[in-house]
């Protein structure tokens, strides 16, 4: 197609957005209305999932050592644990690191200890994947001279299923939300298309291929998912901006932190772009298929 | 130019439209195609710019057989015939100048060229001072004139028309037919399907005649044959 059919097309385009007034509005209705619903929507996801990372990513095993192990066995331990499948990191802490810690957060009372001091030297253990933290204690339990392997089995079981049961709804919610937008899209632009139906039929008549009477329908669906995603952008820039001003202070210092303003935005808002505009398009074509066939 | 091949049309509903029609018609040739209502006039029309298919046999338009074009070809077969319509099927959002120029639009014909072609034909049917205004202030005769040119516009062998006086008082209708012929004198083909009794009787032409999907006529300067 050469270059001046596509300025027409484009020019058509627009002819048509501005004629079908109402239907224009509508859809575009349509579509700011879901997008803004599954901006907000992603927008808490994406932040969930964060949080979830966050804490899944600080689970972490106690690997507690018999007393009698000597400093040899204690380094051949430690590479036998960091040989395993799906282990990050191991670090290791002597007993009287971990007293000179509990000094530090009990106070004083504490260094009675000192003299006889009943904690075990130990490992901490970091697994790539958290999900393989209890086969990893497993096979960890079984080596010589280990006392105890502890991370709070119970409680992490029970926020992974949480966690993966939040994120599948949340994830059906964004598709539900996506589909019933493009049914409206879809809807709406076809009966701006049943109008046309003659115009259509004649250009078809007249010698005109599919794609020449398809292009302007969806030049015509990507503007209509382009306007309709300007308010979305502007309210969820808004809105995250002010939920980050307010949460980041808030959650200084605790290991779960709200995505950074800055690159989340930006990747937002192009996400909420994309889907305007793949709505849009598939909106177009979907309707006018049905028309073509003259 | 225009050869149909033992060509039975049946449709869905047990319909006959064509019954073995075998025809031949040469370029230059002026063809009128009469009979009554339902007869399958409409059908012989369409089948020849495939908006109809053939159940069997073949039809060949300058030696090429449409019968199996593939949908996607179906644009170029029509570029190269022009169809004339009883209600004109002019766009009423586009003026007379860009109903004309879309034909040529459509085949990305450069745009001077456009221009150059499209005073032609108006001026051809005579209607160049209208070319502003849009096909809703023009009379039935202006806008079956404006489809005529847009039919013509790109030079195709043959222009089909189906009945296209049918909307037209009978003044308006001889004007038509004057352009028709002055069209096929410049050596285009016309297949023209008619109700129209006086005309087929005065300007005579080849006719063919079709009752219930036969052809029962084929005469070459033939009478129009029916009570009108």
């Known amino acids: 197609m050469k270059a001046r059919t596509w300025s027409r097309h484009i020019r058509e385009s627009f002819k048509s957005l501005a004629r079908n007034g109402w239907m224009t509005f509508a859809s575009v209705s349509a579509v700011t209305v879901t997008l803004l619903l599954v901006g907000v929507f992603t927008a808490l996801m994406l932040n969930m999932n964060k949080a979830a990372t966050d804490i899944e990513n600080d689970v972490e095993m106690n690997v507690y050592i018999e007393l009698e192990a000597t400093n040899e066995e204690i380094a051949s331990l430690e590479q036998q644990i960091n040989e395993l ?30 003299q006889n001091n009943p904690l075990r030297n130990k490992f901490v253990v970091q697994a790539v994947d958290p999900r393989q933290t209890e086969r990893i204690a497993t096979q960890i339990d079984s080596f010589d001279y280990i006392y105890a392997v502890e991370y709070g089995e119970d409680k992490i079981e029970q926020l992974f299923s949480v966690l993966e049961i939040s994120r599948n709804v949340g994830a059906v919610l964004i598709f539900g939300l996506l589909f019933t937008a493009m049914f409206l899209i879809s809807n709406t632009i076809k009966i701006t298309i049943v109008a046309r139906r003659r115009e259509i039929e004649i250009m078809k008549l007249v010698g005109a291929s599919n794609w020449f009477v398809r292009i302007p329908f969806i030049f015509e669906g990507i503007w209509l998912g ?36 800055s690159p989340f935005i930006y990747q937002i808002n192009a996400l909420i772009l994309l889907m305007g505009v793949v709505i849009g398009v598939w909106g177009s074509f979907m309707s006018v298929r049905k028309f073509l066939r003259v | 130019m225009i050869q149909m091949k033992e060509v039975y049309k049946r449709y869905p509903n047990g319909i006959m439209a064509a019954n073995n029609f075998d025809i031949h018609i040469k370029p230059g040739e002026f063809v009128y195609v009469v009979g009554p209502s339902g007869a399958g006039k409409s059908t012989f029309i369409k089948m020849m710019y495939r908006e109809e298919k053939p159940t069997k046999g073949n039809i060949l338009i300058n030696g090429v057989d449409i019968t199996n074009l593939k949908a996607s070809r179906v644009p170029y077969l029509r570029r190269n015939i022009g169809v004339v319509f009883q209600d004109f099927k002019l766009l009423s959002r586009l003026t007379v100048y860009e109903n004309i120029a879309f034909a040529l639009e459509v085949i990305e014909e450069h745009p001077k060229s456009i221009k150059k072609r499209v005073m032609e034909v108006l001026d051809l049917v005579g209607l160049k001072h209208k070319a502003r205004m849009m096909p809703d202030e023009l009379s039935g005769g202006e ?30 209708s001889w004007e038509i037919m004057n352009l028709f012929e002055e069209i096929n004198t410049r050596g285009t083909t016309i297949v023209m399907a008619t109700h129209n009794r006086e005309i087929v009787n005065t300007i005579r032409h080849r006719v063919i005649a079709i009752e219930n999907g036969l052809i029962v006529r084929d005469e070459a300067r033939g009478e129009y044959g029916y009570e009108s």
Do not use: C, H, W
């Open chain 1, 85 to 114: 499948s799906g282990v990050e990191s191991v670090s290791y802490s002597t007993k009287e690191e971990e007293l000179s810690g509990l000094i530090d957060d009990f106070g004083d009372e504490m260094s009675l200890f000192e």
């Open chain 1, 226 to 261: 382009i306007i309709g995603s300007i308010i979305p952008i502007t309210l969820v820039s808004i809105l995250y901006y002010n939920v980050y001003e307010f949460m980041s202070p808030r959650l200084e210092g605790s290991f779960i932190q709200i995505l950074e303003f």
């Open chain 2, 143 to 172: 806008q079956q004139r404006i489809s005529i040119a847009r039919s013509i516009v790109n030079t195709p062998k043959v222009v089909i028309a189906d009945e296209p006086t049918g909307n037209l008082d009978p003044e308006t």
